[in-house]
């Protein structure tokens, strides 16, 4: 019996072991696909475009393990909920990694037109921001650390409230100019591909949040709701 608890053990360890590789792997996409449009930097954003198959590769191989201990060894409680949550969570960074090559794309097309600095400046503010949760998602990941996930749940309003403002200063560019409406088009897509970003490192958190405690959050998550704030 001991056997098999250590065996479990040493699998469920290999399984997350191979999470956080996947998530240090979908952090730095995010942020070179970011450093990509900022810089106009077409090789970087080529190299982002073609590290994505590792990350799919990665979701599919910890999705392979999970399934197999899960039919082999019968989790229950804490380490089926572990063994759940490391599929999920490796869905929810594959997804990054998709979001993130979309943006490399974007910064392809970007570099070729002409640079609309302020703007540029805004999308990259965004994405520092959004990086920056995605970080502390996977850092709360790795330290199973409660309150900092909560934190980062908490948080989530932030990125809709940069993404509000950059959509009413990209309409407000291609109303006065229409020349800028083809990049401005581009930098709007990038800028919800980094919204949705977001909303992938809340679903981990709230994934952690139910692996340690086995309580989902079930209440709203906070949202920035501009209609509300335009009210006021």
Known sequence: ???????????????????????????????????????????????????????????????????????????????????????????????????AKNIAKRALVIAESEPLSPLTRSIERMGELVAGRLKDVLDAFAARDLDRAVQVRERDKEVDEHYDAIFRELLTYMMGDPRTITSCAHLLFVAKNLERIGDHATNIAEILYYEITGIELTEQRPKWDALEQAEH
């Open 1 to 99: 019996m001991e056997h098999t608890v250590r065996a479990y053990d040493e699998e469920l360890d290999a399984i997350t072991a191979e999470l956080s590789r996947m998530g240090g792997l979908a952090e730095a996409e995010v942020t070179d696909a970011i450093r990509a449009i900022s810089r106009r930097d077409v090789a970087l954003a080529q190299a982002v475009i073609g590290r994505d198959a590792k990350l799919d590769e990665l979701e599919t191989d910890i999705e392979r393990k999970a399934i197999r201990l899960i039919a082999i060894r019968q989790p229950v409680a804490d380490d089926l909920r572990r063994t759940v949550a490391a599929m999920k969570i490796s869905m929810n960074l594959e997804r990054c990694g998709d979001l």
